[in-house]
């Protein structure tokens, strides 16, 4: 079993609707982060939380610690929201990142 | 201010050339990581700095790989007769510090390596 797990692997939706992404951990964490892959493109940073909630413009995440959840929302999505999404997260004993596998996200106009 | 910056973006180099790919983190950024990203797969940690110290080497998946930071800024990734196995994208990663509750750390848009 992977330490770390999203749902779904694929989705695809109509432009505006509301996106939700969830990740599950199964270790002990320090922080959990949230990052974008466009296609052929880097990874952007989009959220660092180890608590609570962060909002920045049209995205939202969320983390349980008690649940060891934590979910990505895309509100009034849009096509150049069309990427990968990918939860990773800090250890508490390990400055490295363990990554999930990601999910692919088509936003259609 | 500048991001981190990686060069080249795209490097082809036919099996058995030596490759180097250089790493420019963000001005005053003290940990630098490098990544290998498969196709399809997600990134897997190769190497971490910490200035110019190599604290962490052991994802590094062959001695053909080597990793440095003589002067704690600018890092290079350099692989020693390339394999077809070595095509990924290679992903550097730079972070202001190492905190007890975790850090953010600030991507490059990584080195596509294809081995021919």
């Known amino acids: 079993k992977n330490e770390v797990e999203q749902s779904p692997q694929n989705l695809t939706a109509q432009e505006g609707e509301f996106i939700t992404i969830n990740c599950s951990y199964s270790?002990?964490?320090?922080?959990l982060h949230w990052l974008q892959q466009h296609p052929g493109g880097g990874i952007v940073s989009l959220f660092m939380?180890?608590?609570?909630?962060k909002k920045h413009g049209r995205l939202i995440a969320t983390i349980n610690i008690q649940e060891k959840h934590s979910s990505l929302h895309i509100t009034a999505s849009h096509p150049r929201d069309s990427a990968v999404y990918i939860c990773?997260?800090?250890?508490?004993?390990?400055?490295?990142?363990?990554w999930g596998a990601g999910t692919k996200l088509i936003i259609k106009p | 201010g500048a991001g981190v910056s990686q060069s080249p973006r795209y490097k082809v180099a036919k099996r058995g050339q030596d490759v180097a790919l250089r790493c420019d983190p963000i001005?005053?950024?003290?940990?630098l990581f490098w990544y290998q990203q498969a196709l399809g797969q997600g990134p897997e940690f190769l190497t971490y700095?910490?200035?110019?110290?190599?604290?962490?080497k052991s994802g590094l998946p062959s001695d053909r790989f080597f990793a440095e930071r003589p002067e704690g800024s600018v890092s290079t990734l350099k692989i020693q007769r390339t394999q077809q196995e070595d095509s990924a994208v290679y992903l550097c990663?730079?972070?202001?510090?190492?905190?007890?509750?975790?850090?953010?750390?600030?991507f490059g848009p990584g080195t596509r390596l294809t081995v021919t």
């Open positions: 990773a997260v800090t250890m508490d004993s390990n400055y490295q990142l363990i």
């Open positions: 990663a730079s972070s202001l510090v190492l905190g007890q509750r975790g850090y953010e750390q600030y």
């Open positions: 270790v002990g964490i320090s922080a």
């Open positions: 001005s005053g950024h003290v940990s």
């Open positions: 700095f910490q200035n110019e110290a190599q604290l962490d």
């Open positions: 939380l180890s608590s609570g909630k």
